[in-house]
């Protein structure tokens, strides 16, 4: 039998008056309106209880249910896609990961992903416990953020990854350049992140439905408009530093969700990169840290602020 996953939404006052296929697939990560017009069409959503149709019109505190089933796992090629390795050993594979490529296989991009470029180099050597779409994959970064991504290639390594992720003891850093001039030299945003109450596509600092969140940063330098930053993670959320850096006004340059609406297309995505990660080895108890050096959309980009 197929795995359900159940969720459920209450309307808030902005989103009154919209169709519910239209609600659900702004609210619900990686579900096309169609599919959720299919689900609804077999059954699978209610509202306030009831069994509702697609074109029903959602009202302020509406309490909305939808069951998804799992989908079904897709055949994922291997591809021979060049990598970049920075450490490759028996239990794991630090890779500097490129912007613009997806980390795994989803809806809109089945190919060219990091998790395909892998199955080529690794062939059957990598953790299963994220199955097909995601194996050995125990953390993300963004397709338009650049750097560093440890892989897992067997099941302990995953597991001890992951628990050190959890307990916020493997170390993330990033540098990026944000928009304005940042006057003090460093400061923490603790602020709590989930979805957005106004764009379900879109993350937010918000106090309901979310999760805690910390972000510290420091001055590397600062330029005319714009201010060059080091951020490291306690906690990892989705679009975490973009959330939070927007949140104290100072966007990431080039975000094309979070900056302003006149995007600097040039960096063709946030410019934001994984500079440095660092965790103890799950087999031999030794921890290790890996820096990448920034990538030439980077450093172009610092060069013509500097002008």
């Known amino acids: 039998m197929r795995k359900m996953d159940k969720y459920i939404f209450t309307v808030p006052p902005e989103n009154a008056g919209e169709r519910l296929d239209k609600f659900l697939s702004d609210s619900l990560d990686g579900q096309t309106r ?114 560093l991504l440890v892989v897992a290639k067997n099941d302990l390594a995953h597991v001890g990854l992951a628990e050190q992720i959890k307990n916020h003891s493997f170390t993330r850093a990033y540098e990026a350049v944000v928009y304005g001039n940042i006057k003090e030299e460093n400061g923490t945003v603790n602020q709590p992140i989930g979805r957005s109450p106004k764009d379900r596509k879109k993350m937010a600092v918000v106090l309901k439905n979310s999760k805690n969140a910390t972000t510290h940063y420091e001055v590397i330098k600062r330029y005319n408009g714009f201010t060059h930053i080091r951020c490291t993670l306690e906690t990892g959320r989705t679009h975490q530093i973009r959330v939070h850096m927007a949140h104290i006004g100072h966007p990431v340059a080039g975000d094309d969700i979070y900056g302003p609406k006149k995007v600097i297309r040039e960096l063709k995505g946030q410019c934001l990169h994984a500079k440095q990660i660092g965790f103890v080895h799950p087999r031999t108890g030794k921890y290790m840290e890996f820096e990448s050096e920034l990538p030439e959309y980077f450093t172009d980009f610092l060069n013509k602020i500097s002008d």
């Not at 998804?68 to 500097?96: G, M, T």
Request: charge should be negative.
């Open 34 to 147: 169609s599919a959720v017009q299919k689900i609804i069409d077999e059954g699978g959503a209610c509202v306030n209880s009831k069994t509702a149709v697609k074109n029903y019109k959602c009202k302020t505190g509406d309490v909305i249910e939808i069951i998804i089933p799992e989908p079904k796992e897709l055949e994922v090629s291997a591809e021979d896609i060049p990598l970049d390795i920075v450490y490759e050993d028996n239990d794991l594979i630090v890779v500097n990961k490129p912007k613009g490529m997806v980390v795994h296989p989803a809806s809109g991009n089945y190919s060219s992903t990091l998790v395909n470029a892998l199955l080529h180099h690794c062939g059957d050597s990598l953790s299963g416990i994220n199955g097909v779409i995601r194996p050995g994959i125990v953390h993300r970064i963004d397709k338009n953020t650049s750097g």
